[in-house]
């Protein structure tokens, strides 16, 4: 196979694939007229830590939340490993 029937096939097969992606596009487009549209909830910013052990908090409650660890599982954590901390205020935050 020289060059110019290797670019060929190429331009093809990208052709096809542009095609169906085209293809997939339009149905994924005409499917979502259906599909409300919720804006994302708007937070007020946590305020600034203000001790190391909240510092601490804020990252296992990050970490806690973004591997779908519980509301109640993640108070649990928070009351055992830092107790001096808001946990209440932090894991409304974390789990609004």
Known sequence: MN????SSEAASALR?????????AEALEASSSTVEFHP???????APP???QEIKARLVL??????GRSR?????????????????????HFYA
Do not use: G, Y
Request: hydrophobic letters at 55%; zero cysteines.
């Open 3 to 6: 060059a110019d029937q290797m």
């Open 16 to 24: 096809a694939a542009a095609a169906d992606l085209i293809a997939r």
């Open 40 to 46: 994302p909830v708007k937070k007020a910013p946590l």
């Open 50 to 52: 203000t001790s190391d």
């Open 62 to 67: 990050l970490d806690l939340s973004s591997a």
């Open 72 to 92: 109640d599982d993640a108070a649990a954590a928070l009351a055992a490993d830092f107790p001096d901390v808001d946990a209440e205020a932090l894991l409304n």
